[in-house]
């Protein structure tokens, strides 16, 4: 294996094969007990129609409706979101992956307005806004609604992290890379379908191509080609299987190169600018 392989499935908790069972019940009870230790009530999750978000929607509304159970206490809710920007192309697999977990209430609110009046304020003060630039000011706005949310419920919002996206850091920091929670944290991309096969989920939302969707002149654009490596590849990585040199350095620049969004707003005392 190769040295920093072993350093990253170590930092990433990452395990070469998981009881689904067990990994399923592990994050209920974590969101359970977060939720008891803190004193919140709500659980908020934006929901995209992909795979993460499914999963972590649907561990979530588990996690809620079993706290009531046990509980008597009806004020324990899960709260999807639809965060559109205008019309949404996979809308269709969104409301699928809505109706599959079962939410307990479904809000909807179009980040379009909102993200438009940024990039204009920005443009007058002679900032020309890329659009990938442009993409992240979506995925931030969609946390602002998501904590905007959470901070009127008493609530907690989940994040869709997982080991596979963390290791190449291909999130928006302070965005789809904020959260109060990260319940499939550990998880790799293979590992989070297993999950959703087990739960019974639609097939079409966990095979299908994902891709992030935030920028308008690439809105189809597949991680995978954005990242120049696959999820397959990335996996069997993280399981600390032999994979080919070339996609193995791909993964390594890509961590290293993203070390900063792994880390809370870095200090004067912290190490990790110096190596």
Do not use: C
């Not at 689904?20 to 908020?44: C, H, P, W």
């Amino acid at each position: 294996m190769r040295r920093l392989q072993q350093e990253i499935i170590d930092a990433l908790k990452v395990k070469p094969t998981i009881d689904v069972d067990a990994e399923i019940k592990r994050s209920i009870n974590f969101m359970q007990s977060y939720l008891q230790k803190t004193g919140l009530q709500t659980l908020v999750l934006g929901i995209s129609g992909g795979q993460d978000s499914t999963l972590a929607g649907k561990l979530a509304q588990m996690a809620i409706t079993d706290l009531r159970t046990q509980t008597e206490d009806s004020r324990y809710q899960f709260i999807a979101v639809r965060l559109p920007y205008g019309n949404q192309a996979d809308e269709a697999d969104a409301m699928a992956a809505i109706d599959f977990m079962q939410a307990d209430q479904v809000m909807r609110v179009d980040i379009k307005p909102a993200t438009d009046a940024t990039v204009k304020s920005l443009q007058a003060n002679e900032i020309d806004v890329s659009d990938f630039n442009k993409g992240n000011i979506k995925a931030r706005q969609r946390m602002i609604v998501q904590f905007g949310i959470a901070g009127q419920l008493h609530g907690a919002v989940v994040g869709t992290d997982h080991a596979s996206e963390a290791v190449t850091g291909f999130y928006t920091k302070f965005g789809d890379g904020a959260a109060d929670i990260t319940p499939i944290w550990r998880l790799n991309k293979r590992q989070g379908r297993q999950l959703l096969e087990n739960l019974g989920a639609p097939k079409h939302l966990y095979i299908k191509v994902p891709t992030a969707d935030l920028e308008d002149d690439r809105p189809s654009l597949p991680d995978e080609v954005a990242l120049g490596v696959s999820y397959a590849q990335i996996d069997d990585y993280l399981e600390g299987r032999e994979i080919n040199d070339s996609a193995a350095e791909k993964i390594e620049q890509w961590y290293l190169k993203t070390g900063h969004k792994r880390h809370l707003p870095i200090n004067i005392y912290d190490q990790w600018w110096q190596g």
